[in-house]
């Protein structure tokens, strides 16, 4: 479609973004090679093809042979700032959120925090009823699973609410919880609601499973300094380092009434869409 509106001029650019692949690698094989090739008509024939992440941007480079990669660009998405005031909130306990959906198989799973919680209830540097994790989404029968397998039951389970409710519960946290995978056929899978949790200001607690380790996700948060990344492929040594960072973060609820903070604004600023929006507008004009 876009080749022929611009065949017709009725446009003048056009620019093909993928904010996801058309040629996944687990499609079959005689699918794949169809996107494949409608990918690789697209780019020859648009002025300018954006890739929303590192890892999506290499995929897409490694699947063609002699692509030109001077009209290639990462376009990520981002956040939009609200101008509504957030709503203090007060709570004698530690309170995590995370509003999603679940997977099944450990694509999204709570394990690797809810081990460390356990532990450290049992060596007694935490109190377990101090300690509460907010779930909204609608995978109430997977989050039961879980929470079985594990054997803590911390969960707040709010089931399927609105987008208002979902940020509401986040605002009613103190530390906001992300749930991602990096594998060797799915890299740079960057959630959005790593965007959306940038504009609550609190720290984030980032789990991400799979077979592939120095995630871009891991990347992003260590450079907005927004909280810790523990990748399931490092488990030992990131179950020591999220122990050490939840003792921290339980202290300093217990003793100052809130959690510590210190994100990167100048990094952050980046993913502001108005940002965003001032560089495809760039690309737009010089493509």
């Known amino acids: ?45 648009s002025n300018a093809t954006f890739q929303v992440s590192k890892g999506t941007m290499d995929d897409y480079v490694n699947d063609f042979k002699n692509i030109e990669l001077e009209n290639l660009h990462i376009i990520t998405n981002g956040y939009e700032k609200v101008n509504k005031s957030l709503k203090n909130f007060s709570s004698e306990k530690l309170i995590f959120s995370y509003t999603g959906s679940l997977y099944s198989g450990g694509k999204r799973s709570f394990k690797i925090l809810s081990e460390v919680i356990k532990q450290c209830a049992e060596e007694g540097t935490i109190d377990i009823d101090k300690v509460i994790i907010k779930y909204a989404g609608n995978s109430t029968e997977e989050l039961n699973k879980q929470i079985k ?39 740079g899978v960057i959630t959005g609601k790593f965007y959306e949790y940038l504009i609550a200001h609190k720290p984030i607690i980032c789990l991400i499973s799979g077979n592939e380790p120095n995630s871009e996700l891991s990347l992003l948060i260590r450079e907005t300094n927004v909280g810790i990344s523990c990748e399931e492929i490092n488990y030992n040594l990131e179950f020591k380092m999220l122990k050490n960072y ?12 809130s959690v510590k903070y210190e994100g990167n604004n100048k990094e952050i600023d980046k993913y502001d869409y108005k940002n965003i929006v001032d560089k495809v507008e760039s690309i737009c004009k010089s493509s």
């Open 1 to 45: 479609m876009g080749e022929k509106i611009t065949d017709n001029h009725y446009a003048e650019k056009w620019i093909c973004d993928y904010r996801d692949r058309l040629a996944l690698k687990y499609y079959p094989n005689w699918l794949r090679k169809i996107y494949l090739r409608i990918e690789k008509r697209a780019h020859k024939k």
């Open 149 to 187: 397998e594990f054997g803590i039951d911390i969960f707040e389970n709010y089931g399927s609410v609105s987008r208002e409710r979902a940020i509401e519960i986040q605002n009613e946290s103190d530390i906001l919880i992300l749930l991602t995978w990096n594998t060797k056929n799915e890299k």
């Open 246 to 257: 939840l003792i921290g973060q339980y202290n300093n609820k217990m003793l100052y009434g």
